[in-house]
């Protein structure tokens, strides 16, 4: 699709006046890195807490990309604003091998996590931002620190609580040509929701219309479950940014490296964002962008980490949904990540007996009477009467089940129940606490 989103005139400089200290005041911390902590308080005090909340790779960095490290260690200099010219090659050797998609190394900007790099795109770009509901966390709080207008998009359980061209247009028709900024996360976060080539063919045709640009955060990429993961830029080339990084398919969260890949006719925007990057965080740490070639150029190892990643994923996925189907949830097909969104408001009756009226509300009895710690949908842009949540099932040793599977066990129902207990025992008091 030969569409393209330019600068419009007058804009590309347009910084607008915002009392950044009003707009934080009263926001509190991460609602996942919020939780993570308050399990960990819990767990110092002698309970046992299966820890559901916050979304971090169980599995070790590729052993590849150790040595790279230990290799790099030396590295000490400050390196290009844009990123170590090696690495955004790489990366474009990444989407050309994955994607079939033709970029140059000065069409990526890399930054110390995508999360960053979202941050400055929102200070630089002057559309509105729309998200879909339920969406990460932190979308919405950074629009508000810098007092960007939000608009939620609504999603439906038919349609896997995803985007649809249906909604898009709709969110559209009252003020056309209004600049917007869309995110799109597929797989998704908090739901697993991975969209198809055909709607993701259908929300390009919705975009192009109304000439908004669209942010992919592929972050979940590389875990989804069958492989296939499809970006939106191949799709609409002109007006997609990818975003994508190493933390959830390379189990290298801690690393903080994320990279924004750019259309040629974005080239305003990236230069951009470049220059406020220079002004904030200057370059990301050398030794990591050494190292991160070795992850972004592939072989046989990486795939084959990938593959086993994958497939353990998506028998814990199976084991989720079931299980909290069977307690009485409506859970929307997972298909890539670690996250389940289940939604307990056929039991409304029942659980309004027990004095759950909230999504806040499930997740503290949740975890005060079962040790199972997860985060409310409300959260996540859910209304908050409605009894849904997210949790992460990752709290396993990852490591110790990618060598269980290539020592040739089965990847049955005990190899779930072996090799991830705590989440085993998460789900099952949750549902049996449900089913109560």
Request: hydrophobic content about 40%; glycine content about 10%.
């Amino acid at each position: 699709m030969p569409d393209t989103i330019s600068a419009a005139p007058g804009l590309e400089t347009v910084s607008p006046s915002v009392q950044l200290n009003l707009n934080v005041r009263g926001l509190g911390l991460s609602a996942t890195l919020a939780i993570n902590e308050r399990s960990a308080a819990l767990q110092a005090e002698g309970r046992q807490i299966s820890r559901l909340g916050l979304g971090q790779s169980p599995f070790p960095v590729p052993d590849i990309m150790q040595r790279a490290l230990r290799a790099h260690a030396h590295e000490k200099d400050y390196l290009p604003v844009q990123g170590l010219p090696a690495l955004r090659a790489s990366i474009c050797g990444y989407l050309k091998r994955t994607q079939g998609l033709d970029f140059d190394p000065e069409d990526i900007l890399i930054g110390p996590g995508t999360k960053e790099l979202m941050f400055l795109l929102q200070m630089v770009y002057y559309g509105d931002l729309v998200i879909p509901t339920p969406s990460w966390v932190s979308y919405a709080p950074q629009a508000r620190i810098l007092g960007r207008p939000i608009t939620w998009l609504p999603t439906e359980p038919e349609t896997g609580l995803g985007v649809t061209a249906k909604s898009l247009r709709a969110l559209c028709a009252p003020d056309p040509d209004r600049p917007r900024l869309l995110i799109l996360n597929s797989p998704g976060n908090p739901t697993g929701t991975a969209y198809t080539r055909e709607a993701l063919r259908e929300i390009a045709a919705a975009a192009h219309d109304h000439r908004l640009l669209l942010l992919s955060d592929e972050i979940y990429g590389g875990v989804q479950f069958d492989g296939q993961h499809h970006s939106m830029a191949r799709e609409y080339r002109g007006g997609t940014i990818i975003s994508d990084g190493l933390s959830k398919w390379a189990g290298a969260g801690g690393w903080r490296l994320g990279f924004f890949a750019f259309p040629k006719s974005l080239a305003w925007l990236r230069k951009g964002m470049s220059a406020a990057a220079s002004e904030t965080y200057t370059s990301v740490s050398a030794p990591i962008q050494h190292a991160a070639i070795a992850g972004f150029e592939g072989g046989p190892e990486i795939e084959l980490y990938l593959e086993r990643c994958r497939a353990i994923l998506a028998a814990l996925a199976d084991y989720v949904s079931q299980r909290l189907t069977q307690a009485g949830a409506a859970v929307n097909p997972i298909r890539g990540g670690f996250y389940a969104f289940p939604d307990f408001d056929a039991l409304r009756d029942k659980l309004a007996a027990r004095g759950v009226a909230t999504s806040e509300t499930l997740c503290e009895r949740l975890l005060e009477e079962t040790g199972t710690a997860t985060l409310p949908g409300s959260a996540f842009g859910r209304p908050e009467n409605e009894l849904s949540l997210r949790l992460a099932f990752v709290d396993f040793d990852g490591e110790a089940a990618l060598n269980a599977l290539a020592a040739g066990e089965s990847l049955d129902a005990g190899f779930v129940k072996r090799h991830a207990p705590r989440v085993v025992a998460g789900i099952e008091a949750m549902a049996r606490w449900a089913e109560g």
